[in-house]
């Protein structure tokens, strides 16, 4: 499917694409689907079958590839990414497709760019964030503890190849290698992943948090969801790549996004 294309306010051409049911539910509020780390819209969500079960669903499905991955442009400079960026970019891109009203699901990176995106656009009516737990709180992202970020950085700057002697770093080599992903812009967006409190108490959206019961960065589930007003904790099968090919997971979301109840 080809992309549409929009530039940013500091110059970032951002790939696109959309979806559109044969007849529209929700009073047409569209879903934005926002990809992890490494991903794009096109794994992340066609190839998981997650855009076809919401079209089936009569939802309206937007999903950006963020900066540094997919067709989007691929700056070589850190100052250029980090998730409060791409949050900027998500909400410009509602801006241009002009509603008054949206849902959104993000996983992984996508997960803090959603939860960021959520303290600030009072336009997102239902969210739901998958891929990540505690680490927000903890860290104000993806959980340290599990995702070495500056090895991995430091990594793929070098231009290492596994093995590294670093088992995390060396799967995270073989992802990017393996969907021919930018090395160096990955290594910007992996130095500037966010680091500082998320104010999640001004999160106004109806949440979900709905994470795999095996996944090492989605530890403590339920600290996020209970430090989001009203949210609510959904656990699912499987680790941070398998929890969103669940059978449970994407009927979840797409309940839970039109409703904002579980099913």
């Given at each position: ?9 500091d ?19 569209p879903?934005?689907?926002q990809?992890?780390y490494?991903?794009?819209a096109h794994l ?8 076809d ?11 950006p590839?963020a ?8 700056p ?26 949206y ?8 997960g ?10 009072p336009?997102?009516?239902?969210l ?9 709180i ?8 599990s995702?070495?970020?500056t ?13 590294t002697?670093?088992?995390?770093v060396?799967?995270?080599i ?15 967006q ?45 656990v ?11 059978p ?13 109840r579980?099913?």
């Amino acid at each position: 499917m080809k992309a549409d294309r929009f530039t940013t306010d500091d110059g970032v051409g951002i790939a696109w694409y959309e979806w559109l049911p044969e007849v529209d539910a929700a009073d047409g509020r569209p879903v934005l689907l926002q990809h992890g780390y490494i991903a794009n819209a096109h794994l992340n969500w066609e190839l998981s079958g997650v855009v076809d079960a919401f079209v089936g669903a009569g939802r309206r499905v937007i999903a950006p590839d963020a900066r540094g991955h997919g067709d989007s442009d691929k700056p070589h400079d850190v100052e250029m990414y980090g998730e409060s960026r791409m949050a900027t970019d998500l909400m410009q891109l509602v801006d241009l497709v002009g509603v008054d009203s949206y849902d959104l699901v993000g996983y992984s990176m996508g997960g803090v760019i959603s939860v960021i995106t959520a303290t600030r656009d009072p336009r997102l009516r239902h969210l739901v964030v998958g891929g990540i737990g505690a680490g927000i709180i903890d860290f104000g992202g993806v959980d340290r503890r599990s995702f070495d970020r500056t090895a991995l950085a430091d990594a793929l700057d070098s231009g290492a190849t596994p093995p590294t002697g670093n088992d995390g770093v060396d799967s995270f080599i073989g992802f990017i290698d393996s969907v021919g992903g930018d090395r160096v812009a990955l290594a910007c967006q992996a130095r500037a992943s966010h680091s500082t409190p998320i104010p999640l108490d001004r999160i106004t959206a109806q949440t979900l948090v709905m994470v795999g019961s095996e996944d090492d960065l989605a530890v403590e589930p339920e600290r996020l969801a209970g430090a989001i007003p009203g949210a609510v904790l959904k656990v699912v099968t499987g680790d941070h790549l398998g929890a969103i090919l669940d059978p449970v997971f994407t009927p979840t979301a797409i309940e839970f996004t039109a409703t904002g109840r579980l099913p």
